[in-house]
């Protein structure tokens, strides 16, 4: 397998032993009572609001961590993050859906969270799903329960939950696995610490809560280089890393031994504007630097992939997206994020999934590689053409590395001649995309939950509301 190193050890090392003296010295803005007894009590220093994080209790809570995320769907599919394998999963969150057709946008409702569940079950590089469209038509409060009530009669695949904020999020979002099978196997939670190095009071307690229920904690930092962190790409690697070591040993100590999965989110400010960008080549050097640090932990890594700030599927959306995946791949991420991603977050789009199903299946290509052994460099074959017909098509070793993969087959980039492209009308990857979309979506068709699950999952979302939502 073809690997990339943007670090080398001794960078490694250096955002390390300075991730341990931020935390140690600096510290983490946490206020949080029961939290920070509990750090009180392992050793950690209070600091009037902060906590300081001495490095013998971090390291000793790497040591404690879960190494691998083992995630199953409810038709069977396994999925094992840190088992060597580089799986694809799509955005989560978007509100607003863009139209390839049309060119134009919409906010995104509960039917969207549907649909695009769906569509990314029938696509076979989307290995994990996460409920991608956060719905406008329920309350703030249940949004997130939402998407995950919507999407799981929707896929049989691994379904991974949706970002949480509070611990009755979490408590839900458990019943709600419970009703389709054991949560501890076929749910992973994340949630984002706010930075720069603060975890608000309800976010500490929801991953106490989502430790004591005994699910894979994926924390989920998100800073901005130049407004949140700082501008320079290592010095928020660094501070990316104290964030996500900080929420580890907040579960770790809650729940000894729960798995972990190391995940980045780092992009960098725009100067001319001020916003975030998820599309300079920058943040696939920033994800692909995220790899090797959560590497070094012995972590599985997940990163964004395909990123984008595009607001069509254009130029710049292609090539933004391909250099933002294929640098973190290379560098052996475990899993990317991203599929269907647009606008930095903000949108999604229907062919979007179905063009970066295609994408996905490129960039696994990429990572791995080509023999070169004695069969592959076919010095044999080489002799024995020239000696005879002067073409390989007929030979048994073209069939052999045919049917081995070692051209990815496309089904949506243009590969035949001019006359054949005009004559079939000039239909382009976004055209074949948007179609093959729409036919997904009027033809596949996933097992159904049975009538108990779904009044089940109704009746916990009733509840939800009753709790959660302050009419």
């Known amino acids: 397998m073809i690997r990339l190193s943007i670090l080398d050890e001794n960078d490694i090392e250096a955002i390390h032993q300075a991730t341990l003296r931020i935390l140690g010295e600096t510290g983490i803005m946490l206020t949080e009572p029961k939290s920070r007894a509990l750090l009180d009590g392992a050793g950690a220093i209070i600091q009037e609001k902060r906590i300081l994080f001495p490095a013998d209790l971090v390291e000793k809570c790497i040591s404690l961590a879960g190494k691998k995320t083992t995630i199953h769907g409810r038709g069977g599919a396994v999925r094992i993050l840190g088992d060597g394998n580089l799986y694809f999963h799509n955005l989560g969150g978007a509100p ?8 134009t946008r919409r906010l995104a409702i509960v039917q969207d969270v549907r649909d695009s569940t769906r569509l990314l079950d029938a696509l076979e590089n989307c290995h994990t799903i996460t409920p991608f469209f956060t719905p406008t038509d329920v309350p703030g409060a249940l949004m997130s329960l939402a998407m995950y009530r919507h999407a799981l009669p929707y896929t049989v695949k691994p379904l991974q939950g949706p970002g949480v904020q509070f611990a009755a999020e979490a408590r839900y979002a458990v019943k709600m696995a419970e009703v389709v099978g054991s949560p501890a196997e076929i749910l992973t939670l994340s949630l984002s610490p706010v930075s720069p190095l603060t975890i608000p009071d309800h976010e500490a307690e929801a991953i106490m809560e989502i430790a004591r229920l005994g699910i894979a904690f994926a924390p989920l930092p998100c800073p901005t280089a130049g407004t949140t962190a700082p501008f320079s790409i290592a010095g928020s690697i660094t501070q990316q890393n104290a964030e996500v070591l900080a929420a580890l040993v907040l579960a770790e100590l809650t729940s000894p031994g729960l798995p972990i999965i190391y995940c980045g989110r780092l992009a960098m400010m725009e100067p001319r504007t001020g916003l975030s960008v998820w599309g300079g080549v920058e943040m696939g050097m920033a994800s692909a630097g995220t790899v090797q640090v959560g590497h070094h932990y012995g972590l599985p890594v997940n990163v964004y992939g395909f990123s984008t700030n595009a607001h069509s599927l254009d130029i710049q959306d292609g090539f933004e997206r391909a250099l933002n995946a294929a640098i973190p791949a290379l560098a052996g991420a475990d899993e990317l994020s991203g599929i269907g991603e647009m606008e930095a977050g903000v949108m999604g789009s229907y062919a979007q999934m179905v063009v970066d199903n295609e994408f996905a299946g490129s960039i696994i290509r990429i990572r791995k590689g080509f023999p070169s052994d004695a069969d592959a460099i076919a010095e044999d074959v080489i ?37 054949g492209w005009e004559a079939a009308g000039r239909v382009g990857m976004l055209e074949r995309a948007q179609a093959q979309a729409e036919k997904i979506l009027k033809e596949h068709q996933v097992p159904p939950l049975d009538a108990t699950q779904e009044h089940e999952l109704d009746a916990l979302m009733a509840a939800a509301e009753r709790e959660l939502v302050k009419y």
């Open 96 to 103: 607003q859906v863009y139209n390839a057709g049309s060119g």
């Open 383 to 419: 002799s024995a053409v020239m000696a005879s017909t002067h073409n390989f098509l007929g030979q048994k070793h073209t069939m052999k590395y045919l049917k081995s993969g070692e051209v990815f087959l496309t089904k949506l980039a243009e590969r035949g001649s001019w006359d």
